[in-house]
């Protein structure tokens, strides 16, 4: 059946709403793509690698001769990319020079709720904080992002975001095309509006959030990256705070999808179009001929069921990224036909099925409440969560700490690009999608962890909910305690 019209809520955003200036230039698409810098570490006595981010406010020439207000890590917009390995501890000193509290959340990463950067380890206007915690998990692209309550959205649309790479031996083994900046390349999609003065703007046309006029990638408007190898390996993610991309080539050459969210696929899946909404990402392999070029582009979305009517841009086209090859291209070999197989959960081995509905704008009727504690896990324990977006507009679906596996889209077995690990699905307005996941290791009654839509502005309005992991035969609080800041 078809949703019903719903409200067209929510409303104001956090940050800056002067007027858009729908009077954009062309992009011409000549500008160098700017690679974010691999984060500096070091590894201290205990063997923990460490690293810096600082948050900052900055001014960003996106425009010859316009100054644009930003925010970043280590920089004026976006940050390093930090890379680490299966098997290290790290640590992150994040200190925070904003004039107001922000916080730092490591999406897609199997982590302690103390350590996950959420709404409760906000770090204070001039503080500072330093979670630790042991990778433990595939090879993947993960990011990180902040996720101060009610404020996520104006964070991240000012820049704040980067990616976080994860290695394994077995993912190394795999040959893929893994020269950082050279044929192993990260593609951070945003979209922006601006003022008739160049500052970014979150007025919106649409209650949901800003469905910005101007694309940029990794910062940079109308860009072109060389290519000097026959294979090149984009890390694509959606860092959008609202717009959902439908990637494919202007010339509708086959690519190969080889990850998504929680790492490698089973086995590459050729194909013409990788669909992202905010917060996903996708690792494609495109190969390149010699002295041509090719624009990867975002296409009308295809979906089951579509109602663009509250501006979700679904029906837009897109150029995002130009690839010019060189005329001489060092060999890559060729993509396996088989990646590292990391295994798979048992749906024999399900303690717990659990349902989440979105439905305006709640979560299972309820908006966030930092105090509440929505459901109880408990540890080392195997789940199926079965969510569905009852609302006519578009959601998605994010859980912190774990990636889980897509059993089944209405009944049917999921498509191959959501057939790997994921932390975040796009939601399709009246459809049920079930979900396996396992919570492994940590435990903490006191802390919670989120699942929400990561469409900025229905997260900080409250389509979001809270779960602890606990110990066989713990009670959590029945209201949480407050929270120190650090
Ligand atoms: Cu990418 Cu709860 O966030
Ligand atoms: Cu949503």
């Known amino acids: 059946p078809a949703p019903q019209p719903g409200p067209v809520v929510p409303g104001d955003p956090q940050g800056p709403t002067d007027p858009v200036d729908p009077e954009q230039p062309e992009a011409v698409f000549d500008e160098p793509l700017a690679i974010p810098p691999l984060a500096d570490s070091v590894v201290d006595e205990d063997g923990t690698r460490v690293f810096r981010l600082t948050a900052q406010e900055g001014s960003t020439s996106f425009r010859d001769g316009v100054d644009t207000e930003t925010w970043g890590f280590n920089g004026d917009f976006l940050g390093p990319t930090l890379r680490a390995r299966r098997g290290e501890q790290v640590a992150v ?7 107001e509290s922000t916080s730092v959340h490591w999406h897609g990463m199997h982590l302690p ?13 001039g503080g500072t904080w330093r979670p630790t915690w042991l990778i433990d998990q595939p090879a993947a692209t993960l990011w990180y992002h902040p996720h101060p309550h009610g404020r996520t959205e104006k964070h991240v649309y000012l820049g704040m975001s980067g990616m976080f ?4 031996d077995e993912a190394d083994a795999a040959g893929l095309p893994s020269e950082y900046g050279v044929d192993d390349i990260p593609v951070i999609v945003q979209d922006k509006s601006f003022t008739e003065d160049g500052q970014l703007t979150m007025a919106s046309r649409v209650p949901s959030g800003v469905m910005g ?3 940029m990638v990794n910062g940079t408007i109308g860009a072109v990256q060389e290519v000097s ?3 090149v390996r984009l890390r694509v993610l959606n860092g959008s705070t609202l717009r959902t991309y439908n990637f494919g080539f202007d010339d509708d050459r086959t690519f190969q999808l080889v990850g998504t969210d929680g790492g490698l696929l089973a086995a590459p899946h050729t194909t013409t179009r990788i ?3 905010p917060g996903e990402r996708a690792e494609i392999v495109v190969a390149m001929e010699a002295g041509s070029e090719t624009m990867l582009r975002s296409y009308p979305q295809q979906l089951g069921v579509i109602n663009d009517a509250q501006g979700y841009g679904a029906f837009d086209t897109l150029d995002i990224l130009r690839l010019v090859a060189a005329d001489d291209l060092a060999p890559s070999g060729a993509v396996p036909d088989v990646l590292p197989d990391y295994g798979r959960l048992d749906e024999a081995d399900v303690a717990t099925t659990r349902t989440f509905v979105m439905k305006n704008l709640r979560m299972n009727g309820q908006f966030m409440d930092m105090n509440r504690i929505d459901e109880v896990v408990t540890v080392d324990t195997t789940e199926v969560w079965v969510v569905r977006n009852e609302d006519p507009m578009p959601h998605n679906f994010h859980i912190h700490d774990v990636q889980f596996e897509v059993l089944s889209v209405d009944g049917a077995p999921p498509p191959p690009e959501l057939s790997g690990r994921k932390d975040t699905i796009y939601t399709e307005p009246g459809r049920e999608y079930r979900l396996i996941m396992r919570f492994e ?3 903490n009654p006191e802390m919670p962890y989120m699942y929400h839509c990561h469409l900025l502005r229905h997260e900080d309005f409250g389509l979001m909910g809270q779960f602890v992991v606990v110990e066989p035969g713990t009670e959590p609080p029945t209201t949480l305690p407050e929270d120190g800041h650090h």
């Open 93 to 99: 000193e994040v200190t925070n020079t904003l004039g």
């Open 113 to 125: 709720p103390e350590m996950d950067g959420g709404p409760h380890q906000e770090v204070a206007a």
């Open 165 to 168: 790479i994860l290695d394994d």
């Open 213 to 215: 006029e101007t694309i």
């Open 229 to 231: 190898t026959e294979l």
């Open 275 to 277: 669909q992202l909404s």
């Open 441 to 443: 290791h940590y435990a």
